[in-house]
């Protein structure tokens, strides 16, 4: 057995000596390298070992960065460990009944007609499998960025070195990145509420679905019926389709956020064997659970650029203006009708703020941000602007993304676009004017309808009382 310490045994060198990453990987494994491959601590079913056996199922050919084959079969696993039955033929026809009262509700709180073509119970398996299509579009511009940028950040010297190695520490990157997604995706579905519960549109267009078994987990903790927790959450999955469906920009603006995230990744190979080096100081090896700890904790999560956070920014702004929207069109919708809306609105209002702890985790993932932080000033903003110009005027904003509010407008909310009812601005004199035409009364005269002093009915004309 090898006493080097980058290398975990005879017959299992460690791939990546010669490169910034030999450390790691050695450190990683180094239950290994003392415990042997046949026995000892390295060995066992929940030491270093089962890290590593984990790590290699990821590291099977794919077709692009992630492998999303077993970072589903991750998620799956994960979602299996609490029952998840399949939503019944009852509770398939509920979801389409509340979807249904839902949307002629919302016709008398926005002009956005309808946006459902279809409704869908889901068990939290059937979430994951409806909404892959788009976290890879989410995920995978992060992802393929950082594993290119780990490989093309070697300084050249090292390169040479470590030539089709390279690839190697692409791959190995790429799988616990899939490690992490799936573990992410995984707590993720035992919490959503719907389709839209996030705020980005996950589902197919037009497909307003509830997850059923998370939905009767969230009604448990309320003091309302499961009927009305069935239907709030039908209205804002309702009103949330409208809004994609009748902005047409909205989704490319969100996902390109996430883009142009994952462009201004700037990925330095050296920085991040330093800070994987400090977070592995009084790791043991041995446990893996301790192990898959440094991945949700963000061990190849690398410091945001300039750019970044700008691009995240403006993902959160826009996610707390459609949620925003949602939350004030939903309660213009329930205000008369549903007593229960309330203690609804205000429960989801601080489920969404705080944050669940798996969107705590994907967001370590990716650097994603799933909660609006502003949702209340986005909600008092677009409630301001109907009760002062209407729904046209609210819903008028979607119409470009230019016209949308920005950060300072949220921290102002009742002030956006007041310009549009407030009075024109008058100067001393006209303001003179102004003030003894309403002091003297609709006849005096200057007033509109009043009498000119020089006209016909004045002190020289034919009207005065001196005429006659």
Known sequence: MSNDPGTPGDDQPNPFKGTPFEQIFGALGGALGGGGMAGGAGAGPGGGMAFFQQLQSLMQPHDGPLNWTAATDMARQAIAQEPDPSPSRRDQDRVADAVRLADHWLDTATGFPSGVGTTAAWSRAEWLVETQPVWQVLVEPVAARSVTGLSSGLPEEMKAAAGPLV????QAVGGMMAMQIGQGLGALGGEVLTASDIGLPLGAPGKAALVMSNVRAFADGLDVTEDDVVLYLALREAAHQRLFAHVPWLREHLIGA???????????????????????????????????GLLEGGMFDPP????????????????????????????????ERMPAATKLREAVRRR?????????????????ELRPRRLRDASTLWGGLRT??????????????????????????LSFRDEATRPAELSEDEFDVELRKLLDGPGSPGSPDGDSPDGPDGPDGAGSPDAE
């Not at 977070?279 to 041995?286: A, S, Y």
């Not at 300039?306 to 702004?317: D, F, G, K």
């Not at 002062?388 to 950060?407: C, K």
């Open 388 to 413: 002062r110009s209407g729904q046209e005027a609210r819903d008028g904003v979607w119409m470009h993304p230019d016209l949308l509010p920005t950060a300072a407008d949220l921290d102002d909310p």
């Open 304 to 335: 945001q650029t300039e750019a970044q956070t700008a691009a995240l920014s403006r993902l959160e702004i826009a996610l707390a203006l459609v949620e925003g929207w949602v939350d004030e069109v939903v309660g213009q919708a329930t205000a």
């Open 167 to 170: 690839g190697i520490i692409g």
């Open 258 to 292: 996430v883009t142009d995230y994952a462009r201004g990744l700037e990925i330095n190979a050296q920085q991040i064997q330093e800070r994987v080096q400090e977070q592995l100081r009084g790791i043991d090896p041995t446990n893996l659970e301790a192990m898959q």
């Open 352 to 368: 969404r703020a705080a944050g669940g702890p798996a969107e705590q985790t994907f967001a370590a993932l990716v650097g994603l």
